[in-house]
């Protein structure tokens, strides 16, 4: 594959526990393509949260090779993975995990502001971006002032504010009404044009999982191409 922004060769996962030792990845292949949309649809418990948080660098893996934009995430030392959770990838969930006690424009910023960046530019990008995803009028609403799906709308302008080369979103209308879902639905399909970023994004929902352009069931430890 041409400029692969992820790239997996025989990666393995186990949780082991005293009764049984659980194989979760399973030499398993993939690859995804920079400013791309893919989709991974899988029975419950098949590895799907997991594989996205090995993506991540949140979780290890037992084997393999994992590449994320260029990072070989075996051999990264523990500063440079914080770099690579907070620059290179993004997330959002299917609970928002906004902080309650701070606004839509706060809850944006504040990753950027951690980060390092000046206030003001913090701010100014958090407000750009909530206009991008239609809630530039709700920039001082709490997180329980707003509905559930301005809130998973904050969150993506959240996974946004610093630039990720990459967002991983699990189940992201996990949590939604129909109407709520699809709205999210588009923002997400228009992000790889938006925001120039990739997108992988773990769904039971179908009708998500029809705009990836290229989609993976993941079963028995593999990913098998379905689209
Ligand atoms: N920290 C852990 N310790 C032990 N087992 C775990 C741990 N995390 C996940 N598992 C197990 O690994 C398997 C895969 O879990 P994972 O959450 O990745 O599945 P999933 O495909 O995301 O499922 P769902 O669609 O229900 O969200 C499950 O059997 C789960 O019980
Ligand atoms: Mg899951």
Same mark, same amino acid.
């Given at each position: 594959?041409?400029?692969? %922004?992820? #790239?997996?060769?025989?990666?393995?996962?186990? &949780?082991?526990?005293?009764?049984?030792?659980?194989?979760?990845?399973?030499?398993?292949? &993939?690859?995804?393509?920079?400013?791309?949309?893919?989709?991974?649809?899988?029975?419950?418990?098949?590895?799907?949260?997991?594989?996205?948080?090995?993506?991540?660098?949140?979780?290890?893996? /037992?084997?393999?090779?994992?590449?994320? !934009?260029?990072? /070989?995430?075996?051999?990264?030392? #523990?500063?440079?993975?914080?770099?690579?959770?907070?620059?290179?990838?993004?997330?959002?969930?299917?609970?928002?995990?906004?902080?309650?006690?701070?606004?839509?424009?706060?809850?944006? @910023?504040?990753?950027?502001?951690?980060?390092?960046?000046?206030?003001?530019?913090?701010? /100014? =990008?958090?407000?750009?971006?909530?206009?991008?995803?239609?809630?530039?009028?709700?920039? !001082?609403?709490?997180?329980?002032?707003?509905?559930?799906?301005?809130?998973?709308? $904050?969150? $993506?302008? =959240?996974?946004?504010?610093?630039?990720?080369?990459?967002?991983? @979103? !699990?189940?992201?209308?996990?949590?939604?009404?129909?109407?709520?879902?699809? #709205?999210?639905?588009?923002?997400?399909?228009?992000?790889?044009?938006?925001?120039?970023?990739?997108?992988?994004?773990?769904?039971?929902?179908? !009708?998500? @999982?029809? %705009?990836?352009?290229?989609?993976?069931?993941?079963?028995?430890?593999? &990913?098998?191409?379905?689209?």
């Amino acid at each position: 594959m041409s400029n692969p %922004i992820i #790239e997996c060769r025989d990666l393995t996962k186990t &949780f082991s526990s005293s009764a049984e030792v659980l194989c979760i990845l399973d030499r398993a292949n &993939f690859a995804m393509k920079r400013g791309q949309i893919c989709t991974i649809l899988g029975p419950s418990g098949s590895g799907k949260s997991t594989f996205l948080a090995i993506l991540g660098s949140l979780e290890r893996f /037992d084997s393999g090779d994992v590449h994320v !934009d260029g990072y /070989d995430l075996s051999s990264l030392s #523990e500063k440079s993975l914080s770099m690579f959770r907070r620059n290179i990838v993004g997330f959002v969930f299917q609970f928002h995990f906004l902080l309650n006690d701070f606004t839509a424009l706060e809850n944006v @910023a504040l990753p950027s502001y951690v980060a390092g960046t000046p206030k003001n530019e913090a701010w /100014d =990008r958090a407000r750009r971006l909530l206009d991008m995803v239609g809630l530039g009028k709700r920039l !001082d609403h709490f997180p329980s002032q707003l509905s559930g799906g301005e809130r998973q709308r $904050v969150a $993506v302008a =959240r996974a946004l504010i610093n630039s990720p080369s990459i967002v991983l @979103a !699990d189940e992201p209308t996990g949590n939604l009404d129909a109407s709520s879902a699809k #709205e999210l639905r588009s923002l997400l399909q228009n992000l790889p044009e938006s925001a120039g970023t990739t997108l992988l994004i773990v769904t039971h929902d179908p !009708d998500l @999982a029809a %705009i990836g352009g290229s989609s993976y069931l993941l079963k028995g430890g593999r &990913f098998e191409c379905i689209k």
